[in-house]
């Protein structure tokens, strides 16, 4: 063996094994002197590395203590929690803890000191490097603002400050609380942007939202969190798939139709038909809105083109992720 092939050997042996999923099992915590508020309850989940994942839930649902948990700030009452193929808590997670990157809910950021200083100050609790602090700065849209006191950034500014830090150390893993809370519109785009260009480069990000609709056209698959329990895990399709929730027809007729509808619908199981907002009376107004079981979607499409020219427009809507969330409710 010469002297190259035995590096490489060393090499192989302390490199850090592959990003493996997130795996969490029957993880439970209690708060309170009697462990009596449980604020999670046996969780299971697993996140696949390079996902883009979504944790939604209401206030008080478990979100930001599953979040702990993950990154080893706070201890499970029971299961069991690894993170890039370790388990938290375990003698070697402070390793682990430097390839993540974590923004909390409410980031705690000094009025006094400037954008590059907050960022040096986060770099050395982080133990990296300052150098990459001014590229951070940058990435997130705040380079022209690095020299400028906290005290006078607006809570856009300081929520990007906030996913900078997170980003300091190239981590493998993001964990972000509620990472577009006081954004608007533009700055959302650029966030997500950027979490696109993160997950090219294999990064694996798992955030909390409140704004369904948003995480609904981003996320490869969520979990809704209700009271510490996971109700429903998967695809925004598996989820809407699972629940069988009905898909609504929004159609515009032609006046006179009423009779031929009724008439090409029957024996066909729709169960609601209305006027929709803004129309008149339910059955002869031009703009209606029919519910079906999903699985009977294409009977009613190819009944309804019996309508032949009296059929001005038909649009499928499909349940929307703040439907599924609602719908997995009580
Ligand atoms: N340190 C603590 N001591 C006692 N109870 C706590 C503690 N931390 C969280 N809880 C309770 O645990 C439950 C879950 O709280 P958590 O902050 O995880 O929810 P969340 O989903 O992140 O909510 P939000 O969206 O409001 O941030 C709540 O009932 C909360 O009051």
């Known amino acids: 063996m010469n002297a190259d092939t035995s590096l490489s050997l060393a090499a192989i042996a302390t ?3 592959p990003a493996a999923p997130i795996a969490l099992r029957g993880v439970e915590k209690r708060f309170g002197p009697a462990g009596q508020i449980r604020a999670v309850a046996g969780v299971d989940l697993d996140i696949p590395a390079g996902a883009l994942f979504g944790l939604i839930g209401h206030n008080g649902a478990g979100k930001s203590t599953l979040f702990k948990m993950m990154l080893g700030l706070i201890t499970p009452s029971a299961g069991s929690i690894t993170v890039l193929g370790r388990p938290v808590n375990g003698p070697d997670f402070r390793q682990v803890r430097r390839s993540i990157g974590y923004l909390p809910e409410n980031v705690v950021l000094y009025d006094n000191l400037t954008g590059l200083e907050t960022l040096r100050f986060f770099a050395d609790l982080k133990g990296v490097s300052h150098a990459g602090c001014p590229a951070v700065l940058e990435r997130v849209g705040l380079a022209h603002a690095a020299v400028r006191r ?3 950034y607006s809570k856009g500014m300081r929520q990007r400050l906030g996913f900078a830090q997170a980003l300091l150390g190239n981590p493998r893993l ?4 509620e990472p577009t809370t006081g954004l608007d519109p ?3 785009r650029d966030f997500y942007r950027i979490i696109a260009e993160l997950r090219g480069d294999g990064v694996t990000v798992v955030l909390t939202s409140h704004i369904l609709a948003e995480i609904q056209e981003r996320v490869d698959s969520l979990a809704v969190l209700e009271a510490g329990r996971i109700k429903a895990q998967g695809t925004v399709q598996q989820l809407r798939d699972g629940l069988n929730l009905p898909v609504t027809l929004a159609l515009r007729l032609a006046e006179g139709h009423g009779p031929l ?3 090409v619908l029957t024996g066909l199981p729709v169960s609601e038909v209305t006027a929709e907002e803004g129309a008149s009376a339910p ?8 519910s079906c079981p999903r699985d009977a979607k294409l009977a009613v499409v190819a009944a309804l083109m019996g309508l032949g020219d009296r059929l001005l427009d038909l649009q499928v809507r499909e349940p929307s992720l703040e439907d599924v969330f609602f719908g997995t409710r009580g």
Do not use: M, S
């Open 283 to 290: 059955v002869d107004a031009a703009h209606l809105l029919l």
């Open 186 to 188: 533009e700055a959302i």
């Open 261 to 263: 509808l009724q008439a």
């Open 15 to 17: 490199a850090p094994p």
């Open 150 to 152: 906290v005290r006078e």
């Open 174 to 177: 993001l964990f972000l609380d």
